[in-house]
């Protein structure tokens, strides 16, 4: 029997050869059916998958992730639509599917609704970045309930928290690389490897990092020592060129589709084969 919720989050993860690959995409960016189609293909070579919900006042997200958001609610989507899309995505995939909302949406809709849903849905976990830990009470209960994971975020400004929240910590820990929103960076702060490090030891979940990662070389870096890495910002930069691209023609649109999951399927084996090769892993 195929496991569900925080245990397929963690097995997924523990299982991947190297770091296991986190792709982020906003449910309806560039529209339902593309974005049906693209997390799809995504789910084919990723260990977890992570959508987002459009919401209109996302404060973690930075502008490109911002303006996918903008693009779906433009089409009509919803948090309701959302999950309505993730539902078709669990029922012709396996791999364990992670919600990222907003504090304001799990308030409107109650926390035991919201478990309910997501559990509809085939949701094994949810992120809420604007939820404090020492608020996350009701929502964790209400998740754990149903088996899905509450997924905090820790940063390196986390500080004597870091060790509380991770303790607490289903599915896996989500390391924010650094500083400010998300969106594409040269580089990660020399203190990462440490605060990574310093996170894994108090918690026996997975350790994954996001918020910046875009190039190869990043991946590259990062999968020696954490066990899952969030790309996000750069597929979704990939969705804009597909919005666009769809005034051109359907061809011209499948050629930015296909170039978006090619550059996606190029960071998932790089995170996952590198691993082994690092002397300090």
């Known amino acids: 029997m195929t496991k569900r919720g925080h245990e397929a989050i963690a097995d997924a993860l523990a299982k991947s050869s190297g770091a296991g690959f986190i792709p982020f995409l906003s449910a309806g960016d560039p529209d339902e059916e593309t974005s049906f189609q693209l997390l799809t293909q995504l789910a084919t070579f990723s260990s977890v998958i992570e959508v987002g919900i459009p919401y209109s006042d996302p404060l973690a997200d930075g502008p490109v992730i911002q303006e996918g958001s903008l693009r779906a609610l433009k089409q009509g989507m919803t948090f309701q639509k959302a999950l309505q899309l993730i539902a078709r995505v669990r029922q012709v995939t396996d791999v364990p599917i992670v919600v990222f909302t907003y504090a304001n949406p799990v308030v409107s809709f109650g926390a035991k609704a919201l478990a309910d849903a997501c559990a509809k849905a085939g949701a094994d976990g949810v992120i809420v970045p604007d939820l404090p830990h020492e608020e996350a009470d009701e929502l964790r209960q209400a998740l754990t309930a149903r088996g899905i994971a509450l997924i905090p975020l820790v ?45 894994r030891k108090s918690s026996s979940v997975p350790v994954a990092v996001g918020f910046g990662v875009s190039q190869p070389e990043q991946v590259r870096e990062l999968s020696a020592y954490t ?55």
């Open 155 to 199: 940063s390196l400004t986390s500080g004597d928290r870091i060790e509380t929240i991770a303790r607490a910590a289903s599915g896996f820990i989500y390391c924010v690389s650094s500083l400010g929103v998300t969106g594409e960076r040269k580089g990660f702060s020399h203190d990462l490897r440490a605060f990574v490090e310093r996170v």
């Open 227 to 281: 066990d899952g890495i969030v790309v996000g910002s750069a597929l979704v930069k990939r969705c804009a060129a597909i919005a666009d691209a769809k005034q051109k023609g359907d061809a011209a649109a499948l050629r930015e589709q296909n170039e978006l999951i090619a550059f996606a399927k190029s960071l998932a084996a790089i995170a996952g084969g590198e691993k082994a090769r690092d002397p300090h892993a």
